[in-house]
């Protein structure tokens, strides 16, 4: 009998790592052929400066890095308290921010192939599969996503130290993050329901979770970020055209009092 779970767990082992080595090789030929494709490339459709100001693309690179330490941070919760609610949507999150971190990832060096096995979400991918033997491997994949978030804060500093930004979306991070773990601690709830609480507390009137399932707390919170960036984006666009409106008017007026003085010569 002991064999026997010893074989199951060793197959379990070696099926989870072909799984997501599949995933992490799909992906990135999806990305690849998408990055070689011309007409992509060129295409008006996948030009961010067609829906964003330039500023605002630089300063939502910024809230880039910051979203991905707080997912970290959530992942790792959900990965360590076993909370009284369907986790589901957060192993498939876990699978997926994986893959995304691993596509990135050569593996040629003996720390980048450490880095990549503790990226595996052994326990995510058990619990899709309808087993959760693997969770106890869970320990090296919070080590990697700890590790993660001290590289993306670098990354953080090192962009906006380059680019001459400011860090007031530091401090808007940190009120938002100490929120939700002040919220999760106070009102006993999840982290989902903390976010859910958090962002409708900060885009609206709002404390309560909205939504009564985890996706549509999901699609709460979805919704309300969005709506909060697009909220910026408009005042960012119009404040750009407000002064290339008035830029445009001086650079015309001074051409046109350039004529006036070459007519009077």
């Known amino acids: 009998m002991m064999d026997y779970l010893i074989l199951a767990l060793i197959i379990q082992f070696i099926l989870v790592i072909a799984i997501f080595a599949i995933l992490v090789y799909a992906c990135k030929f999806t990305v690849n052929r998408v990055k070689s494709n011309s007409y992509l490339k060129d295409s008006r459709f996948s030009n961010p400066i067609e829906y964003f100001p330039q500023e605002k693309i630089s300063s939502l690179r910024q809230v880039f890095y910051l979203i991905m330490i707080f997912v970290f941070i959530v992942l790792i919760l959900y990965l360590i308290i076993n909370w009284n609610e369907s986790a589901h949507p957060f ?10 971190l691993a596509i990135n990832i050569r593996g040629n060096t003996l720390k980048d192939k450490i880095i990549l096995f ?11 599969l309808g087993d959760n ?37 530091m401090l808007l991070f940190s009120i938002v993050l100490v929120s939700f773990l002040f919220t999760m601690l106070v009102e006993d709830v999840s982290p989902l329901d903390s976010i859910a609480m958090v962002s409708n507390a900060f885009t609206s009137n709002s404390f309560d979770a909205a939504g009564t399932t985890t996706l ?22 119009l ?13 015309d007026a001074m051409e046109d009092l350039i004529k006036n003085k070459k007519k009077e010569k």
């Open 239 to 251: 404040a750009a055209s407000m002064v290339r409106r008035y830029v445009n008017r001086q650079f």
């Open 91 to 100: 192993f498939v999150l876990d699978v997926i921010i994986s893959v995304y």
């Open 133 to 169: 033997v693997l969770f106890l491997y869970d320990i090296f994949h919070i080590i990697g996503y700890i590790y993660f978030i001290e590289v993306y804060y670098r990354k953080f500093v090192e962009y906006t130290e380059n680019n001459g930004l400011g860090i007031t979306i």
């Open 118 to 128: 503790m990226l595996i979400p052994f326990g995510s991918i058990s619990n899709l």
């Open 216 to 237: 549509g707390k999901l699609d709460s919170i979805v919704i309300a970020w969005s709506g909060f960036i697009l909220s910026g984006v408009g005042t960012a666009t």
